[in-house]
């Protein structure tokens, strides 16, 4: 009942918290410059026009929704028109933009060309995400040119090369003996992953990091008659879907993971160590291959009435 | 073997008579970076769309070739999660155009059980997309057991066998009951087990997705998916029937996931509202396992025969069941809205609402026909009821702020609920349970359905300053449980972040945050009680603080250096950390680093070649405290022990390539390795128990590393032939697995091969575009 008060009250701060914000940002926000979409298409430039010196940029959109724009390359490129006169005069103009963050160009702005257009769905909630604020705009990743990926225009052939530009540290993790199979191309970044969806932390497509791991594995979604809390909570506490060189991708290898919560008397609490391996002077099954899982095996929870241990 | 594909491979290389013109490539080539000086073609009157310009476009592509195959060892690892044949293979093929409207046929690694295939059809304002795709997972090849998979769900051994080791073990207990031992039981069971055919252990899922969609050019988008999958197999199971009696099956697996679900968004000039409608059914054919025990013909029971076979009991259930995954559902609504407003403003707002439902049949307490009392425990209208009727709720709210009151000021607002109402009644077995089908427990057990909630804010306010952006933020996460140690933890979170590009060609990316996880109160003993009707003494250590829920302090680093001078070379530096410092813990996990430092360097002088490489370094460490109890909890500080873990991981790939003739010939190359060398570190106080700890330097020691070439030559416009090959090397050593028979003290185990492998692999290919 105390909990449901203070889920109650809090639920109602954050709500009217989240109500001064919007007024503020509405108040604010509606004196301040607006951000403009790309300078409507020059009546007068065709695509044909820009294609005469940038023959593979305009092929490069071939077979993609991007050729069929209607407005020309100047949907996408302020200052087309100007730079195409001058060419024609052979006088110099500034180069027509490129919806790329560098310099002083903020990310929002560089992704505000794209988002002109692509703004439903999850693109949605793009601005303000960690991506956006981090400086990774639509060009960071995707390249309406020159792309290399047969799905979502990415700049490198296979997904997870795109991420790992950045997240170094999954690629390498991604090595290891336990992974899910995304080297061998059977799964990717964005199978569990939205990078445009700022709403979700670490922008998992889920509402709860569960939700997600039980997309796939749905014999382990329940409810059981005998539950593990830490697996009904968060599958992360035990697991490191990135990879690991334990099993099962563990975070740590069993027994010793098991023993960070159950210390109970007689087994769980007994130090488990080389004596006890293979090669060792006194090998225990509760040590040995899958240790507590040789008998523990429903540790995602169980559903025999003899279970409460969840060995049934 | 060798001979044999040497042939085959000069056989692929014979190009097809009918190779054709070449076809657009989806992947177009670079965009050139400055424009030739010469001057346009006269500005058209009017403006075209591209596909106007550029013509229609489809691609018409075949791979085709032979690959050859040498592995020294028959490791599962190997072909985990892939399929590499031997003999003529279709590795892809893709079929795309825009006429008469846009469509795109491909397939991977055709008819293999790693294949994949997909089509897309865009008729009008539809968007039509298919997709097959199967998953293999081997776990174990050439694994043994006594027991056989004799119908769905049913393994079983001869009953011959089974009443001769019954006989043996009893004799041998009538004569001296210490003879029942590890040496005794092996003799016993090694020449049956060495007498056993192989077979391996996999898995493969096949996954199929049908997806309609509708977007005309109205502000609507309407989605309908239909999801179906197929999962068979086996995989280990750790069926046991006691301490000393492990036996180790190959769990059947025979799932079904079938998935149906309506999308639909209606989009605005002020945002946008969307909803959504799910439906998930899983169902599994063979909800219960039944395992033969080798050692018992015929079900007895007594006070010990959970420990048997051994000095203190040979008796027990002559098989025993296990309930397998059952049958659940789930159902989730969502509904959401971006609200733009004030140009540089918006608002997002998604609920969604679930429920998950169980209600698979139980099996009884029991398959020992034994056990008579307090119940008749084999009987299914003794137990309590008859199927758990489980219910879960599941309710989420999320809302993000963004707005840009300023140009150079960016806010953002967070407020996030996950709600999991676990609404499953509690069945009470008031008389007990049977342990391992052995024997009768007479301690009244409660099942606990735990249930939790989950609130999360955060607001991060960044400022611009020309080529800096700084950003500051504050988290607060809550989390409220049901049944659990600690009814609420509590995390603050202050993080800070500077994105800085000093020029053009440079760029660097800094976060730090830090973090405090408290609790309200810890009650470790009301935790454990609340799965006992009569709680008695609690028997976890008092001084355990789980890590999920204890105190916490987290210090997480993220950096990056981009550089990109001259546009030819990119280099990336990187460091990451995250450490986790349980401070107030004395028993559990108290200290968990992760740190990894590394660089990427990219070289690309021309068209002509490129090169790559990456190192990093990743030293990953925990701290944990144990103390070691009889049958109480110890309270003596030298019955203590330690676990220090440390992996240090070691990853570096590079490649390269480079054309030896242009337009003709080009040769790729790239190679990875990785080294992961772990070691736990262990110590006791002398004095206690236990009073000195043996470390284990073999701790999932592991090495891989792979190299692959491949050359390539472009015989004519449309075709393109290439001979390849990979060599990859892996290596595993670990005390607790290395050298697992099938079986040892207390346990039987399938023992398959899932260890070191070398393998070689050769290939031609031809890719006939037209």
């Not at chain 2, 092996?186 to 192989?198: A, T, Y």
């Not at chain 2, 000095?311 to 659940?328: K, Q």
């Not at chain 2, 595993?732 to 070398?758: M, Q, V």
Request: aromatic share 8%; net charge negative; charged share 20%.
């Amino acid at each position: 009942m105390q909990r449901h008060r203070r889920l109650v009250l809090s639920g109602t701060a954050t709500a009217l918290a989240l109500l001064g914000l919007v007024v503020l940002a509405t108040s604010v926000a509606a004196s301040a410059p607006q951000d403009q979409p790309p300078a409507a298409a020059a009546a007068s430039l065709d695509v044909g026009t820009c294609m005469a010196c940038h023959e593979a940029a305009v092929t490069g959109m071939k077979g993609t929704p991007h050729a069929g724009v209607p407005q020309s390359c100047a949907s996408c490129h302020q200052g087309v028109e100007a730079h195409a006169a001058a060419q024609a005069e052979g006088t110099d103009a500034p180069k027509p933009t490129t919806p790329r963050a560098t310099g002083a160009k903020q990310a929002h702005e560089a992704s505000a060309t794209c988002l002109t257009c692509h703004d439903s769905g999850h693109q949605a909630n793009f601005e303000g995400g960690v991506h956006d604020r981090r400086g990774v705009a639509c060009a960071s990743c995707h390249s309406v040119h020159a792309f290399q990926s047969v799905k979502g225009q990415l700049k490198t052939a296979r997904e997870p090369d795109t991420c790992f530009t950045c997240h170094t540290a999954i690629r390498s993790k991604g090595m290891r003996s336990s992974h899910h199979p995304v080297r061998e191309g059977l799964m990717a970044c964005s199978s569990c992953h939205d990078p445009h969806d700022g709403t979700k932390p670490k922008m998992v497509s889920a509402e709860w990091v569960n939700e997600k791991c039980l997309s796939c594995h749905t014999e382990k979604r329940g409810p059981f008659l005998w539950e593990h809390a830490p697996v009904r909570e968060n599958c992360m506490n035990c697991h490191d879907p990135h990879g690991s060189n334990h099993e099962k991708l563990l975070v740590a290898k069993q027994p010793y993971l098991c023993q960070r919560c159950h210390l109970n008397t007689r087994h769980p609490g007994t130090l488990y160590d080389g004596r006890n391996t293979l090669a060792g002077t006194s090998v225990s099954n509760r040590a040995i291959e899958h240790s507590c899982r040789n008998c523990h095996q429903n540790v995602h929870g169980g559903n025999a009435p003899s279970g409460p241990y969840l060995g049934r | 073997m060798r001979g044999a594909t040497l042939v085959l491979l000069t056989l692929a290389l014979v190009p097809p008579a009918w190779a054709q013109d070449p076809a657009p490539s989806p992947s177009a080539p670079a965009e050139s970076a400055v424009a030739p000086a010469q001057a346009p073609a006269e500005p058209a009157p009017a403006p075209a769309p591209a596909t106007d310009v550029i013509g229609s476009w489809n691609v018409r592509r075949l791979d085709f070739g032979l690959v050859g195959v040498e592995t020294d060892t028959r490791s599962s690892k190997f072909r985990e999660y892939r399929e590499v044949p031997t003999g003529p293979v279709l590795p892809s093929l893709r079929f795309a155009g825009d006429a008469p409207f846009p469509y795109d046929v491909s397939a991977a690694r055709v008819l293999e059980d790693d294949g994949q295939y997909y089509a897309r059809a865009q008729p009008g304002d539809f968007d039509l997309v298919g997709s097959y795709q199967r998953i293999p997972h081997r776990f174990g090849n050439d694994s043994r057991s006594l027991l056989e998979d004799v119908g769905r769900g049913t393994l079983a051994m001869s009953d011959t066998l089974q009443q001769s080791f019954q006989g043996r073990n009893e004799a041998q207990f009538a004569l001296r009951p210490q003879g029942v031992n590890f040496a005794f039981l092996n003799s016993m069971v090694s020449p049956s087990l060495e007498g056993e055919d192989f077979f391996d252990v996999k898995l493969l899922r096949e996954r199929g997705q049908v997806q309609l969609g509708f977007k005309g050019t109205g502000p609507l988008d309407v989605k309908m998916t239909y999801f179906h999958e197929k999962r068979r197999g086996t995989r280990g199971s750790g069926t046991s029937f006691g301490f000393s009696n492990v036996v180790e099956t190959p769990e059947p697996i025979d799932y079904r996931t079938q998935d149906v679900g309506l999308a639909a968004e209606w989009a605005a000039s002020w945002g946008l509202v969307r909803g959504g409608l799910n439906f998930n059914q899983f169902t599994n054919s063979i909800p219960v396992q039944t395992f033969d025990n080798p050692f018992r013909a015929v079900s007895t029971t007594d006070p010990s025969a959970y420990q048997a076979p051994g000095s203190s009991s040979v008796n027990g259930a002559s098989f025993a069941r296990l309930a397998l995954p059952p049958d659940n559902k789930a159902i989730t609504g969502s509904l959401g809205v971006v609200w733009k407003f004030g140009g540089r403003s918006r608002l997002s707002a998604d609920a969604t609402l679930g429920q998950w439902t169980q209600d698979e049949a139980f099996i009884p307490f029991t398959t020992n026909s034994a056990i008579t009392t307090p119940v008749v425990a084999t009987d299914p209208a003794a137990l309590p009821t008859a199927s758990l009727d489980g219910t879960i709720d599941v309710f989420s709210f999320s809302s993000v702020l963004t707005t840009r009151p300023l140009d150079a000021l960016s806010l953002t607002a967070r407020v996030r609920r996950y709600d999991l109402e676990n609404n499953t009644p509690r069945i009470r077995f008031e008389q007990g349970y049977v342990r391992f089908d052995a024997v009768w427990e007479d301690i009244p057990r409660i099942s606990v359905p735990y249930g939790y909630t989950n609130d999360q804010l955060q607001a991060t306010a960044a400022w611009a300053f020309g080529r800096a952006t700084v950003e500051g933020g504050y988290r607060f996460e809550r989390m409220d449980r049901t049944f659990r140690e600690t009814e609420e933890t509590t995390q603050n979170t202050i993080f800070g972040s500077l994105l800085l590009r000093p020029a053009d060609w440079a760029t660097f990316r800094a976060t730090v945050e830090r973090a405090g996880r408290d609790f309200d109160a810890y009650h470790g003993a009301e935790a454990e009680h609340a799965s006992y009707l009569e709680p008695g003494p609690a028997t976890n250590q008092p001084t355990l603080r789980r890590y999920d829920q204890s105190k916490k302090d987290t210090t997480r680093v993220l950096s990056q250096l981009q550089l990109n001078p001259g546009g030819s070379v990119t280099l990336a530096l990187n460091y990451v950390r995250a450490k986790d410092e349980y401070d107030e813990v004395t028993h559990g996990l108290i200290d968990a680093d992760n740190e990894a430092f590394g660089a990427d360097v990219d070289y690309t002088p021309n068209d002509r070649w490129s090169v790559f490489g990456f190192y990093m370094r990743e030293n990953i460490s925990t701290f944990q405290r144990g103390r070691q109890s009889g049958s109480s909890p110890s309270v003596n500080p030298l019955d203590d022990w330690t676990a220090a873990i440390d992996d240090k991981v070691d990853s570096f790939g590079a490649g390269g390539r480079v054309v030896l003739v242009k337009d003709r010939v080009d040769l790729g190359v790239n190679g990875n390795y990785q080294k992961v060398d772990g070691n736990n570190d262990l110590d006791s106080p002398p004095g206690g128990t236990p009073d000195v700890a043996f470390d284990v330097p073999l701790y999932d020691d592991t090495k891989l590393w792979t190299v692959n070439a491949e050359l390539g030559w472009r015989l004519l416009s449309g075709l393109r032939l290439a001979v390849g090959g990979f060599l990859e090397e892996y290596e595993i050593r670990d005390a607790f697995s290395l050298g697992l028979p099938n079986y040892a003290p207390g346990s039987f185990f399938l023992a398959g091969n899932d260890g070191d492998y070398r393998a070689h692999v050769l290939y031609a290919r031809a890719t006939y575009t037209w």
